[in-house]
């Protein structure tokens, strides 16, 4: 382990008993937001099938 990894280690650990709180690391951050993405994609399959519903409503209610 290099001296630079092991101080960057401490900071972490003594900001994490300080606060209570762990920092948020690169992979955590890539994982969030591929769920969040994940959750734009279905909320927009969802509206577009609402938007698809919706027309065929009004066609038929015009016909």
């Known amino acids: 382990m290099t001296t630079v990894h092991a ?3 401490a ?3 003594a ?3 300080a606060t209570g709180q762990e920092l948020v690391t690169k992979s955590d ?3 969030a937001v ?3 993405k994940l959750d734009i994609l279905r909320g927009l399959a969802v509206a577009q ?3 698809a519903g919706l027309i065929l409503a009004a066609i038929k ?3």
Request: aromatic residues 10%; charged residues 35%; without cysteine.
């Open 7 to 9: 101080q960057a280690k």
């Open 11 to 13: 900071v972490a650990e």
């Open 15 to 17: 900001f994490a008993e």
């Open 29 to 31: 951050l890539k994982e």
């Open 34 to 36: 591929a769920d969040l």
């Open 49 to 51: 099938l609402a938007l």
């Open 61 to 63: 209610f015009i016909r």
